[in-house]
């Protein structure tokens, strides 16, 4: 007589349900949190004393800041002034002040003690550079330039010709943002900041409804000026070309040089875009302020900006 066994049902294991088993482990691996160069380059452009980062600095901060995990504005502003640092000898908040005391030197009609300071960061920068004190990005200005070394025939003269490397004129080529003469206030018909490129009002036909626009002062520019320079803008704006301001009001625009600012304002949407209008309207607001209210007393939205000295070059951005 046989005896009758169990039956196991099929994926069920010997023991029941609570019966120990084996399981592969799972193949999905979770990564930790990233961010890309285009998140820090709009978290800069958002924080006071930024200046425009080359794409290779940009990228240098995003890995720093992925490696470090820490993604507040404030660790972003702190690998900026490192990576500034490493390659410039300097961070962008120094550079601004240093241009600012040079100009206050030179406006009090003190020619030389603002040569004898530059001259003197000069030699701390090549001190640095020759000390290696500078980081792994930056191209030491101080080296002897490249030259092509040609042979005299007949002769043992070794001809060493120096590679001139072409400057951006402003004209046929932007000058881009970083560019030593565009920071101390120099004027040109073309400009880059930030790979977008901006031309000034005077040598263009026509703006082509832009986004962004650029105004350059003759002289520098404090952030709170800058701030209630763009309120003109904005008025001006409002109506002459009636297109839709993009900037944060609480931030206020974002600044490329001492002398200038950038605001965002999508020309696209305005239904004037009355542009002769809009250029004129800015120095007359600045004399005199807004045209008085027929309300409220007759009172200004905008006030004069107390510096009838004070001009503006007009930007538009590609």
Do not use: C
Not at 39 to 56: D, K, N, Q
Not at 267 to 294: H, L
């Amino acid at each position: 007589m046989s005896t009758p066994s169990a039956r196991q049902p099929k994926g069920v294991s010997v023991g029941g349900q609570f019966a120990a088993t084996t399981h592969d482990e799972p193949s999905v691996t979770l990564s930790g949190p990233r961010v890309d160069a285009g998140y820090v380059a709009e978290v800069l452009g958002a924080l006071p004393w930024h200046r425009t980062t080359s794409p290779e600095m940009t990228e240098e901060i995003t890995d720093r800041l992925n490696q470090s995990r820490n993604f507040s504005d404030q660790n972003v502003a702190d690998m900026a002034d490192e990576v500034w640092r490493e390659t410039h000898g300097h961070t962008a908040k120094e550079e601004t002040n240093f241009q600012f005391a040079l100009d206050t030197l030179r406006a009090a009609g003190e020619q030389d003690a603002a040569e004898d300071v530059e001259r003197y960061l000069r030699g701390r920068l090549k001190k640095a550079f020759d000390d290696g004190a500078m980081g792994r990005h930056t191209a030491n200005p101080y080296e002897t330039p490249a030259a092509d070394v040609y042979s005299v025939p007949g002769t043992n003269t070794r001809l060493h010709v120096l590679r001139s490397e072409p400057v951006p004129d402003g004209k046929e080529t932007p000058v881009p943002s970083e560019d030593p003469r565009l920071q101390a206030g120099e004027v040109f018909d073309r400009v880059n900041v930030a790979g977008s490129t901006y031309t000034r009002s005077e040598v263009l036909e026509y703006p082509n409804d832009p986004y962004t626009m650029r105004f350059q002062a003759n002289r520098p520019l404090s952030d709170e000026e800058a701030y209630a320079l763009s309120g003109v803008i904005g008025y001006a704006n409002r109506s002459a070309i009636g297109g839709e301001p993009m900037d944060d009001p609480l931030v206020g625009p974002a600044r490329d040089t001492p002398y200038s600012f950038i605001v965002n304002i999508d020309t696209t949407k305005g239904r004037q875009r009355n542009y002769e209008k809009f250029e004129g309207m800015i120095p007359d607001i600045i004399a005199r302020g807004s045209a008085p209210r027929s309300t409220q007393g007759g009172t200004r939205a905008i006030q004069p900006f107390g510096d009838p000295d004070l001009k503006l070059e007009v930007y538009y951005g590609d």
